[in-house]
């Protein structure tokens, strides 16, 4: 049976409430989560109501975070985080590498908060303007399907440009630098580099790439704690019901005010990141799994994946 986005909110609520009437527990285990600075999640940990939802099933959540979902997947493999939320081609290329990752839920498309930038006084118009040029981008990351498909578009190859591979830190300093021509980076490092820098938006991913987040879990964790799971997606919804929105902009200035000390970032580039995001999680559907389907199979076409995958054989069973 597959769960629709309403049954899924239905049942998410119903998890919450039936945790609350619970006997109480000791919360002596801990649940690892792994997060990055963007998304539902860190909304989630900023309001520190997570644990609130896991304290009836005896676990607490214990934050980890990370600069970018392959190293994210890498903590999970080796099963160091029971759960995470990451962008769309991470979960790929674990899968293909073997890690025991299976998808939980999805947040609708956020195209337009991912793109390819460049300097301000950049002479590159245009992505064909890309030929021969060097281009940061975090191996194995959201933005990198972007490049792929943007290229494509283009008439280009990946192979008529350098890519340079550096987590979000390096890539910014290399950019600022002049050491490479063009970023490739996803929010809030995004809306930074355009608010501080006046960096230029070349593309985003806007009829290229739907730039979904998935929370995804290590397997024997998830099937050994389904409870624990459940109540995480719970506490996501409620956050998601409550920030759905967020996009007018006085919504996503006071969220912007709430995320600002937890995140470390200014108010207005955490309000121009916000007001890109999407919300509203849901399991993945058909349609969802013929997309993450389509990025595997492109990777593979390119050599970028070690073997072919099947994506579904990762996506979480409804539960009865």
């Known amino acids: 049976m597959t769960l629709t986005r309403r049954s899924f909110a239905t049942g998410t609520a119903a998890t919450l409430a039936a945790l609350a009437t619970g006997s109480p527990a000791r919360a002596d285990r801990v649940l690892r989560v792994g997060y990055q600075k963007y998304g539902t999640m860190l909304l989630l940990k900023a309001r520190g109501s997570l644990d609130t939802a896991l304290k009836p099933l005896g676990f607490r959540a214990e934050w980890r975070e990370f600069p970018g979902g392959p190293q994210l997947l890498e903590a999970l493999n ?166 759905n929105g967020v996009q007018d902009q006085q919504a996503s200035a006071a969220a912007a005010r709430e995320l600002s000390p937890a995140v470390g970032m200014p108010v207005p580039i955490l309000a121009k990141a916000l007001a890109r995001q999407s919300w509203g999680v849901a399991p993945l559907g058909p349609e969802v799994i013929a997309g993450q389907q389509h990025i595997a199979d492109t990777f593979l076409r390119l050599g970028l994946l070690p073997r072919p995958i099947q994506v579904a054989d990762a996506v979480r069973q409804a539960r009865s």
């Open 78 to 243: 080796a099963k160091a985080v029971d759960i995470g939320v990451v962008g769309e081609t991470p979960p790929i290329f674990a899968q293909g590498a073997g890690a025991p990752l299976v998808y939980l839920a999805h947040e609708p498309p956020a195209p337009k908060s991912e793109a390819i930038v460049v300097r301000k006084d950049s002479p590159i118009r245009s992505v064909a303007d890309l030929k021969g040029k060097k281009v940061a981008l975090n191996k194995g990351s959201n933005v990198h399907y972007l490049l792929v498909r943007a290229l494509e578009e283009a008439g280009l190859a990946y192979t008529d440009i350098q890519p340079v591979f550096l987590a979000p830190a390096d890539g910014r300093a290399a950019f600022d630098g002049g050491s490479v021509d063009a970023w490739v980076i996803w929010d809030p490092f995004l809306a930074a580099v355009e608010v501080s820098s006046g960096a230029r938006i070349l593309q985003d991913a806007t009829g290229l790439a739907a730039n979904h987040q998935f929370y995804v879990g290590e397997r024997s964790f998830t099937e050994s704690q389904p409870q624990a799971i459940d109540a995480v997606l719970a506490a996501i919804a409620v956050v998601d019901r409550e920030t």
